[in-house]
């Protein structure tokens, strides 16, 4: 048998030399082209399992009780956090935020009611609710009322009274919440019963809608968290500010596994190259295996690309171990060929090969 594979492996492969090439070459093009679809992945789907208990039951409560994604932005003035010096640069920074395209509301200390801190009865303030950036607020009332609230402390103000939060509600997508309720709902459903042909065929468009809505909105949300960067920058003249939130952890993963494929890959890279100076020490045996790895490494991006599968923290290193695995083979193949061309210098390059 194994006779049998070598021998229409000489016929086919060692005896063709061009044609190989031809194919291989129009197969890195075909893999090539659907590196395009190749994706990056940090969302709940791609870091649990489909049929997790606890999600399911998470997305239960926020289908009942539902409530926008947040963005935490914290300040601490080195100004004293009542004084105009450091809430002017509060009410600027609030309505730059309140212009970004993923930004809904921005709730801030500003705009926290203020009860206890005006001398108004309860009746004329259904008409114009006081608040600390409305005229004639007490500020020393209306500090001691931020921080010793049940609801506004720890919430949009720190305990010692130095540190604010603006809190960014984001922009629900209607259509694709919608799609992702859709698509879990059959998912559960094939997996308590069997769905019919017709809901096999809704399910398989559903997830098609899904990812390129999910697609969309990533890149959206990418755009706003960049955004919300900028605008924060130039503001830390006045003091330390911090973003946080899950959309922004959700983000900065996808750009980490990102810089991970990057990072790793060309560390491992420069590596090779480095191991096979040492070894070899000829241009032909470095750039042979070199060429052998980049086209491993864009074939599985293109196969990856081609079936759909999103690359995610955990599979990031995916590359590397690509390129480890494929040098390994390479170098074994590159000193069984120079070991059999000393030993057997007459023979001819293919009897070699």
């Known amino acids: 048998m194994t006779s049998y594979i070598a021998k229409v492996y000489d016929n086919f492969v060692l005896d063709n030399p061009k044609l190989v090439l031809i194919f291989l070459a129009l197969l890195l093009a075909f893999f090539g082209y ?13 870091l649990l399992l489909e049929d997790d208990l606890d999600l399911k039951i998470f997305r239960k409560i926020h289908e009942r009780y539902p409530s926008s994604d947040l963005l935490v932005v914290t300040y601490t003035p080195t100004a004293e956090l009542f004084t105009e010096k450091a809430l002017e640069p509060l009410k600027q920074l609030r309505e730059e935020l309140k212009a970004v395209s993923i930004v809904d509301t921005v709730f801030t200390m500003l705009d926290a009611p203020l009860i206890k801190s005006s001398e108004k009865p309860l009746t004329e303030m259904v008409d114009d609710i006081p608040s600390l950036e409305k005229p004639g607020i007490n500020r020393t009332k209306a500090k001691a009322e931020l921080l010793n609230s ?35 709902e059959l998912r559960t459903k094939r997996s308590e019963t069997e769905l019919s042909h017709k809901e096999e065929k809704l399910l398989d468009q559903i997830i098609i809608e899904y990812d390129e809505a999910h697609e969309a909105f990533t890149e959206q949300r990418h755009n706003g968290v960049a955004k919300i960067r900028e605008i924060i920058k130039p503001y830390r003249q006045y003091g330390v500010l911090h973003l946080g939130g899950v959309p922004m952890i959700t983000d900065d993963m996808v750009t980490f596994v990102r810089n991970d494929l990057i990072v790793f890959g060309g560390g491992v890279l420069l590596f090779l190259i480095i191991v096979l100076t040492a070894i070899f020490r000829e241009m032909r045996w470095i750039l ?12 599985m991006i293109g196969v990856l690309g081609l079936i759909g599968w999103k690359v995610t923290v955990i599979s990031s290193n995916f590359l590397a171990l690509m390129l480890i695995i494929t040098i390994s083979m390479n170098i074994h193949l590159i000193v069984r060929y120079r070991q059999l061309s000393r030993d057997s210098s007459s023979d001819s390059q293919l009897t070699l090969v």
């Open 288 to 299: 042979l295996p070199l060429l052998s790895c980049f086209y491993a490494g864009l074939i």
């Open 150 to 184: 049940p609801i506004y402390r720890e919430l949009i103000i720190s305990e010692d009274g130095g540190t604010t939060a603006l809190l960014l509600g984001l922009v629900e997508d209607p259509i694709y919440n919608q799609l992702l309720k859709s698509r879990n």
């Open 34 to 46: 659907h590196t395009s679809n190749f994706r990056l992945d940090a969302s709940a789907d791609s």
